[in-house]
Antibody, heavy 122, light 109 residues
Framework: QIILKESSPTLVKPTQTLTLTCTVSGFSLTTSGAGVGWIRQPPGKALEWLALIYWNDGLRYTPSLKSRLTIAKDTSKNQVVLTMTNMDPEDTATYYC??????????????WGQGTLVTVSS | QSVLTQPPSVSAAPGQKVIISCSGSSSNIGNNYVSWYQQFPGTAPKLLIYDNDKRPSGVPDRFSGSKSGTSATLDITGLQTGDEADYYCGSWDASLKGVFGGGTKVTVL
């Protein structure tokens, strides 16, 4: 059973850097075809895909936020970390960690963490 | 502004059918697979349909997906009060970056 659990501060100040950690179990971050990504959802709004890291260290970022995002994995800790710089109140959202099943051109988010609400406010 | 376009809401009486559309382009849906996610208030989304039309284990066959060209649809037949939720379509762009629709709220009348 794949389990993903997010951890992060609940409150960050504008201009600060946010660090989100996803601790995974039930699969290996080096298993061929495995990926872990981040998706966020502002209160009352739609899902927004942010970033993804694959088993082979392939990276993908959403174009609109690419300059502010860095995703990395620590296989020894079974963790994926996303950092987002220069936080703004508009970044207030629930951030979800997701497992991506990828086989060739087929890929989808088959497991989701419970989400962590991050509020940006001074 | 979401990349994929969905109607904000659909509704029908119990037992009836609703169809949720998801419109994209050749840069995303036209050349990639579509998945659908169901989200109840206050909870994380759950995979409902993958690879355009496949259901994960445990998803009732009342839910079905299809894709044609640059659009996809999610059909819910035999609508139940427990189906009231938000539904999101998702796909990928040419660089295999994820894209989502704006979500559709299903209301059972």
């Amino acid at each position: 059973q794949i389990i993903l659990k997010e951890s992060s501060p609940t409150l960050v100040k504008p201009t600060q850097t946010l660090t989100l950690t996803c601790t995974v179990s039930g699969f290996s971050l080096t298993t061929s075809g495995a990926g872990v990504g981040w998706i966020r959802q502002p209160p009352g709004k739609a899902l927004e895909w942010l970033a993804l890291i694959y088993w082979n260290d392939g990276l993908r970022y959403t174009p609109s936020l690419k300059s502010r995002l860095t995703i990395a994995k620590d296989t020894s800790k079974n963790q994926v970390v996303l950092t987002m710089t220069n936080m703004d109140p508009e970044d207030t959202a629930t951030y979800y960690c997701v497992h991506v099943a990828a086989v060739g051109s087929r890929r989808y988010f088959d497991s989701w963490g419970q989400g962590t609400l991050v509020t940006v406010s001074s | 502004q979401s990349v994929l376009t969905q109607p904000p809401s659909v509704s029908a009486a119990p037992g009836q059918k609703v169809i949720i559309s998801c419109s994209g382009s050749s840069s995303n849906i036209g050349n990639n697979y579509v998945s659908w996610y169901q989200q109840f208030p206050g909870t994380a989304p759950k995979l409902l349909i993958y690879d355009n039309d496949k259901r994960p284990s445990g998803v009732p066959d009342r839910f079905s997906g299809s894709k044609s060209g640059t659009s996809a649809t999610l059909d819910i037949t035999g609508l139940q009060t427990g189906d009231e939720a938000d539904y999101y379509c998702g796909s990928w762009d040419a660089s295999l970056k994820g894209v989502f629709g704006g979500g559709t709220k299903v209301t059972v009348l």
